[in-house]
């Protein structure tokens, strides 16, 4: 059998993020593969030392675009903890909304990336039409459809008017539909699912070994979600499902992420419905008390990690991210073992990278 | 400040588990149900110390590896999750720094450890394909995150 | 919505200090097809078909420029960026904004494109390929920087591993600001774009 070595990226048409392989091939099927980061590494952490909390809510939003609000939300949490200040219950809550109205829009749109790499371009047109719904939406609570720029050091700073709120819950009528729509259409797609049952396979116990978080873990049946694992408010007021399955290839993260699609959906409107009234923010000083502070968050694609040291001056000290693609990126050499050339796409769209978070 | 009333069942059973091989044990970091235990070791007790997580407790979870440079010395503190948060913490010499590798013990742990060496110079002995992780081709000049060095 | 420059021609004067050091190895030429130039010399030797010869060249010149403007294919690469733009350039291909419309087509190799899309600061990595991405694409060639990052170094500036904006690698041809650019703006970029290009 002939061998052939196949690069792929930084820049190429099977794959849509900034990352280098090297496809190692027996005939059609792939024995190894190598990976190279680091093309997108700007050396966010070390820039958020040579500047102050408050800047740093701006450069951390931008580690990754698609789920910028969780990343700035997540950083501010550690310095409301380092701080000693409670944000107030309105602002969580306009916190939590965002995260989920942004976890509707990247799920929708790792559809339509995984429909056009399977070449259901209908599929990919149709998932992100849906998805300007939530864009929508975001843009009329925040002013931005990527990047918000809502949270601030004790709160947020844009609120939900009383006919915005109405205007919200027809839209998430129409998304509920658009979705479930979608997700009868995926189910009941047979081209869809030859292309990905069976390919990309992890079991469980490999994902528990390579510490995988997020959708594939869940995918895989690891029983793992930050919002109920730890929860905080609103989390911890709302009722929802963690959906899991077993089979832990593509087709069961579809299912799943498509599923967690609906469920945010759900928790958007029971936010909207329970969102108490009060201020927004709280008053926070300038200046931040020497420590050290953890803050774990679900993101659209797992846990998100962030470590903030404090040494009492007005920059931290070490600001740590951990983004949840980094151990999925470590799984992809199993997962591409024995798949042949056509379906690597597949596998690498599965598991939903994001480069720009991986590579910070 | 080790407030020994918080520590919940978890953490209880961690730290009875390390007990021979810890330093300290506290609850110092700031997190969000209650402060989170960080367990200091010495550096050469850090692999006994993983081997006893996994094997005995059953922890998988490793979140990432921190590194820090505190000058003097450096640390590197490991967070893993069973149930809660908790932090494994070594303290390694500025220069020449030396850390044994738990990829056998947490094969999750690969791309961390490559991340550490590139970022800080802490060579990780016994990974199997130990390089920077992030950095580009031919970086030159100090580890990034190091405070010596070109920082102004 | 965000305002958008047009430069369209580059201010890439030979023998700069950027060009000789680390400026692209392609130096733009003239936005006409590349042989015009010497096919126009040998024509001026000829007196007596000279007229005919160049009214067809004209002719077929003008053809060439009015079928580049109504089919461009476009080429994305992010040399760094946080993906907050790349997907509103994808957002542009989709239903709502639908840029097809106005002939752009998204491409996945250099060889075939007209136009490069850049977004983010270029990394230190990520510099050598995009010049040889650039490279790689046939005369003539536009660049358009999107996003602020890529025209200035946006809060990028002064990370270690960031060289800066887009032209300092590549020799851009239209700067659209914002953080992330709106479709919209990116659309109206490309429009006067292809409006210059003729």
Redesign the interface.
């Known amino acids: 059998m002939t061998k052939t070595v196949i690069p792929i990226g930084?820049?190429?048409?099977?794959l849509?993020?900034?990352l280098a392989f090297q496809i190692m091939l027996e005939g059609e099927r792939v024995t190894d593969s190598t990976m190279r980061?680091?093309?997108?590494?700007?050396?966010?952490?070390?820039?958020c030392q040579?500047r102050t909390f408050i800047q740093n809510i701006?450069?951390v939003e931008?580690?990754?675009?698609?789920c910028?609000h969780v990343h700035a939300m997540t950083y501010c949490?550690a310095v409301e903890?380092?701080l000693g200040i409670n944000v107030p219950p309105r602002a969580a809550y306009l916190r939590a909304l965002l995260c989920e109205l942004e976890r509707i829009h990247s799920h929708l749109?790792w559809l339509?990336v995984l429909a056009r790499n399977v070449g259901l371009d209908t599929i990919?047109?149709y998932a992100?039409?849906d998805r300007?719904v939530a864009l929508d939406i975001m843009e009329a609570l925040s002013g931005g459809?990527?990047?918000h720029a809502v949270n601030i050091i004790g709160g947020v700073r844009s609120d939900v008017t009383p006919e915005q709120r109405e205007e919200i819950l027809e839209q998430l009528t129409t998304l509920d539909r658009q979705v479930n729509w979608l997700l009868g259409v995926v189910e009941h797609e047979r081209s869809l699912q030859t292309r990905t049952k069976g390919v990309g396979l992890l079991s469980l116990q490999q994902v528990?070994?390579?510490?995988?978080v997020g959708p594939v873990a869940r995918a895989s049946g690891l029983d793992?979600d930050m919002r109920r694992?730890?929860?905080?408010t609103p989390y911890d007021r709302l009722s929802f499902n963690v959906p899991m399955h077993t089979a832990g290839d593509v087709w069961a993260r579809t299912l799943v992420r498509m599923q967690e699609t609906l469920i945010s959906v759900e928790l958007c409107r029971d936010i909207l419905k329970e969102m108490p009234e009060g201020p927004l923010a709280v008053r926070a000083p300038r200046r931040v008390p020497p420590?050290?502070?953890?803050?774990?968050s679900e993101a659209p694609r797992g846990?998100l990690?962030y470590?903030v040291?404090s040494d009492g001056s007005d920059t931290p000290?070490?600001v740590?991210i951990?983004t949840p693609t980094?151990?999925s990126?470590?799984t992809l050499p199993q997962q591409l073992k024995g798949v042949t050339m056509a379906d690597v796409s597949v596998v690498l769209s599965g598991v939903d990278l994001?480069i720009?978070?991986a590579?910070? | 400040m080790s407030d020994t009333s918080r520590l919940n069942a978890t953490y209880d059973r961690i730290v009875c588990a390390l007990a021979g091989l810890c330093l300290s044990a506290e609850t110092r970091i700031k997190s969000a149900p209650g402060d989170e235990l960080v367990i200091r070791l010495p550096v050469e007790n850090l692999r006994a110390a993983v081997a006893v997580l996994v094997n005995q407790l059953g922890v998988t979870h490793l979140t990432t590896i921190t590194g820090e440079d505190l000058t003097p010395e450096l640390t590197l503190k490991y967070h893993f999750w069973q149930e809660r948060g908790f932090t494994l913490e070594v303290e390694l010499p500025g220069e020449a720094p030396v850390v044994a590798t738990i990829v056998d013990l947490v094969p999750g742990a690969a791309l961390y450890e490559r991340e550490v060496y590139g970022m800080f110079g802490i060579a990780v002995e016994g990974h199997p394909d130990l390089q920077p992780l992030l950095l580009p081709d031919g970086w030159e000049g100090p580890p990034p995150l190091r405070k010596e060095g070109d920082r102004d | 919505m965000e305002q958008t420059r047009t430069y369209d021609r580059l201010p890439t004067p030979r023998g700069t200090k950027m060009q000789r050091e680390e400026g692209p190895k392609a130096c733009r030429k003239s936005l006409g097809p590349g042989a015009e130039g010497s096919s126009r010399q040998q024509i001026a030797g000829d007196s007596r078909t000279e007229p005919t010869k160049r009214r067809l060249q004209r002719y077929v010149d003008a053809v060439v420029r009015w079928a580049r403007r109504k089919s461009p294919w476009i080429l994305h690469y992010n040399s760094g960026g946080c993906n907050g733009c790349d997907i509103e350039i994808l957002a542009t291909l989709t239903p709502r904004y639908d840029v097809e419309r106005l002939g752009i087509l998204k491409e996945g190799s250099p060889r075939h494109a007209d136009i490069l899309l850049c977004t983010g600061p270029v990394t230190l990595q990520s510099r050598d390929r995009l010049r040889r991405i650039y490279e790689q694409m046939p005369e003539p060639k536009w660049v358009v920087s999107v996003g602020t990052c890529s025209c200035s170094g946006g809060v990028f500036k002064g990370a270690i591993n960031v060289v800066g904006s887009v032209d300092q690698v590549v020799p851009v041809d239209m700067y659209i600001p914002g953080c992330p650019c709106r479709p919209e703006a990116i659309i109206d970029g490309l429009a006067q774009l292809l409006r210059s290009i003729e």
Do not use: N, T
């Open positions: 930084p820049q190429h048409p099977l849509k993020e900034p980061m680091g093309y997108v590494h700007r050396g966010i952490e070390r820039l040579e701006h450069l931008r580690v990754c675009g698609i910028s949490r903890l380092l749109l339509g990919f047109m992100w039409r300007e459809r990527v990047s528990r070994r390579y510490c995988v793992a694992d730890e929860p905080r420590g050290e502070a953890i803050s774990r846990e990690f470590y040291r000290a070490r740590k951990r980094l151990p990126l470590l994001c720009a978070c590579d910070r």
